[in-house]
């Protein structure tokens, strides 16, 4: 049974930054083959698809609203994908759900195949 686990979410101040890790465990591949990534849901609002990381690393993808305060990496050997989040604003409050599935995707209307519980991330003064 494939679980992703998510840490590192909080209530943090405008401009300030978090972290977010995801450990995988139980996939029936090596988790190498798989691309990871994350999606957020903020009340009331459509999921996103915040950014993903392919199999080999050689692809990225960040949502335009995110891109170059984002950082997403991942560590094979430890089984962790990361969401480096700096210059965070109230508008990327939200629950961030880590991914993963053997395609990589760029669409927020993508349904990876395994998904975390969430954690969230609140950004208020």
């Known amino acids: 049974q494939v679980r992703l686990v998510e840490s590192g979410g909080g209530l943090v101040q405008p401009g300030g930054s978090l972290r977010l890790s995801c450990v995988g465990s139980?996939?029936?591949?090596?988790?190498?083959?798989?691309?990871l990534g994350w999606f957020r849901q903020a009340p009331g609002k459509e999921r996103e698809a915040v950014s993903c990381?392919?199999?080999?690393?050689?692809?990225?993808y960040y949502r335009d609203s995110v891109k170059g305060r984002f950082t997403i990496s991942r560590d094979n050997s430890k089984k962790t994908v990361y969401l480096q989040m700096n210059s965070l604003e109230p508008e990327d409050t939200a629950v961030y759900f880590c991914?993963?599935?053997?395609?990589?995707?760029?669409?927020?209307?993508?349904?990876?195949?395994?998904w975390g519980q969430g954690t969230q991330v609140t950004v208020s003064a």
């Open positions: 990381i392919s199999s080999n690393e050689d692809s990225i």
């Open positions: 139980g996939f029936p591949e090596d988790y190498y083959y798989y691309a």
């Open positions: 991914v993963a599935d053997r395609g990589f995707w760029i669409s927020d209307r993508y349904d990876p195949d395994y």
